[in-house]
C-alpha cells in the first residue's frame, strides 16, 4: 500500500505520566474526534524524556490499539526534550534543493552532538523585506536536529506495538497544531502555548503563526510531585493525590498549595527567561498564552501564571475547536481531560505528506 494524504493515521503521544491516543476524521475545520484515550505509564518507565521501560510501553500502547479497536497500522508519534534542537539561522541562499545536500554542514555549528548522530530537518523561512535588504545574501531557515538514538528507541516502541512509523514529529511542532484547531494565530500579535507535562513543561512561542522560538523545559508536574512527597513525607500516590485537590484532614491546606505555587513558580521563572531571551530576537513581545497539559488542570494555575507572567493566560482545551459526538464520548471525560489531548490531537491533525 502507498502512503497518501488520505492514509488513515493514529496518533500516538508518549508522554512520561501517560500515553495518550486519537484519531480524527474529517479535513480543516470539520475535524472530528474518531478516538481518543489516556492509559497512565508505571512510574520511572519514561525519566527525563530517556525511555527506561520500553516493554511496559508497548504492552500500554497495544493494549490501547486492542481496546480502542484502531483501524489503521499507520502511526504519527512525537519527540521532546533535550535532544531536540529547534533553531532559526540564517544560510547562504540557495535551493531548497541544494539546502538538503548541504544542510549538514551549515547545520554542524549550532548543534551540540555528533553530527553523525542526528537526524536535521530544515523549514525555510519567508524574512521581512527589512531583513532582506540587510542580508541579500542569506535566507533564514528553521532548524531542526533530533538524536537518532531518541527517534529509534520511538520507532522500535510503534513497531512492537504493532504499529507502522509514518510520521515522527516535534511536541513542540505538535501544540501548534492542536491551537489551530480552534485559535487564530495568525493575527493578535505572537502567542506562547505551554504545555505542562510530567517531566517537561514544553513551550512554543508563535509569531504569525510560525514556530519563533521553541523550548523543552526540563521541569514539569513531577519536579511538584517530589516536592510534596518530602515536604509531607507522602508516597508518590498520594502526593499526586493532593495535585487533583484531595487533600486528606491531616495536612493543612494552605501548606500543600504553597508547595504546589512555589514548584510551578521555578516552572515560570524558565518560561520568564525564555521570554526575556525571545524579546532579544523580536520586536515584539509575548501578547497570549495559553497553558495546557497535565499541569494546567490543576486549579488556579491560569491565575498563577497569569499573575507572573503579566499577561492574559487561557487554558487550551483543544477538544473544544473539533467536533466530538457526546453519543460516542463522555462530555464531562472530554471536557476534564482535553488539555491532556493536545499533542495527541495536534499529530491527528496532520496527514501524511512526503515533506
Ligand atoms: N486532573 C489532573 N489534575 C491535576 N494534575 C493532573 C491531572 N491530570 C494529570 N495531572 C498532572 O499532570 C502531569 C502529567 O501531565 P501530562 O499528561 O501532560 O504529561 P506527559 O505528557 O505524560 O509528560 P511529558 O510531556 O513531560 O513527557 C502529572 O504531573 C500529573 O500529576
Ligand atoms: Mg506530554
Known amino acids: 500500500m502507498f502512503l497518501s494524504e488520505n492514509t488513515p493515521l493514529v496518533a500516538i503521544d508518549i508522554g512520561s505520566h501517560s ?3 486519537a484519531q480524527m476524521g474529517g479535513t480543516g475545520k ?11 505509564l508505571k512510574e520511572d518507565s519514561i525519566v527525563d524524556g530517556v525511555i527506561r521501560e520500553p516493554d ?8 490501547m490499539i486492542k481496546l480502542e479497536k484502531v483501524d489503521t497500522r499507520y502511526a504519527v508519534a512525537s519527540i521532546a526534550g533535550e535532544a531536540v534542537i529547534i533553531k ?15 544542510i549538514a554542514s551549515e547545520a554542524e555549528q549550532y548543534i551540540p552532538f555528533d553530527i553523525d548522530d542526528v537526524s536535521i530537518d530544515f523549514q525555510l523561512l519567508e524574512s521581512s523585506d527589512s531583513e532582506k535588504s540587510e542580508n541579500p545574501d542569506t535566507m533564514e531557515i528553521l532548524l531542526v536536529a533530533v538524536q537518532r538514538d531518541l527517534v529509534d528507541s520511538l520507532t522500535d516502541i510503534l513497531y512492537d506495538a504493532g504499529l507502522k512509523p509514518a510520521i515522527i514529529d516535534l511536541d513542540v511542532f505538535a501544540m501548534v497544531n ?8 495568525e493575527t493578535g500579535g505572537v502567542v506562547a502555548v505551554i504545555d505542562l507535562g510530567e517531566s517537561f513543561s514544553h513551550l512554543n512561542i508563535i509569531e504569525e503563526g510560525c514556530t519563533a522560538y521553541t523550548r523543552d523545559i526540563p521541569l514539569g508536574g513531577n519536579y511538584c510531585t517530589k516536592k510534596l512527597m518530602s515536604k509531607f513525607n507522602l508516597s508518590h500516590k498520594e502526593a499526586v493525590k493532593l495535585k487533583l485537590g484531595k487533600i486528606p484532614a491531616e495536612l493543612n491546606d494552605d501548606e500543600v498549595v504553597e508547595v504546589i505555587v512555589q514548584s510551578f513558580e521555578k516552572i515560570i521563572d524558565e518560561v520568564q527567561k525564555a521570554f526575556e531571551f525571545f524579546s532579544t530576537t523580536s520586536k515584539n513581545p509575548v501578547e497570549r498564552v495559553y ?3 497535565g499541569g494546567a488542570l490543576i486549579r488556579g494555575m491560569e491565575s498563577l501564571f497569569s499573575h507572573h507572567l503579566n499577561t492574559s493566560v487561557e487554558i487550551l482545551n483543544p477538544m473544544k475547536g473539533i467536533k466530538v459526538n457526546n453519543r460516542k464520548f463522555d462530555q464531562g471525560m472530554i471536557d476534564t481531560l482535553g488539555p491532556l489531548s493536545t499533542v495527541a490531537l495536534g499529530l491527528a491533525a496532520r496527514k501524511f505528506d512526503y515533506q
Open 19 to 21: 500515553i495518550k491516543m
Open 88 to 102: 532559526k539561522i540564517r544560510v547562504p541562499k540557495m535551493t531548497a534543493e541544494e539546502l538538503k545536500e548541504n
Open 56 to 63: 511496559e510501553i508497548v504492552e500500554t500502547l497495544a493494549k
Open 30 to 40: 470539520k475535524f472530528e474526534l474518531l478516538n481518543f484515550s489516556v492509559m497512565p
Open 291 to 293: 497553558i495546557t497539559g
Open 178 to 185: 492542536a491551537c489551530e484547531l480552534g485559535v487564530d494565530l
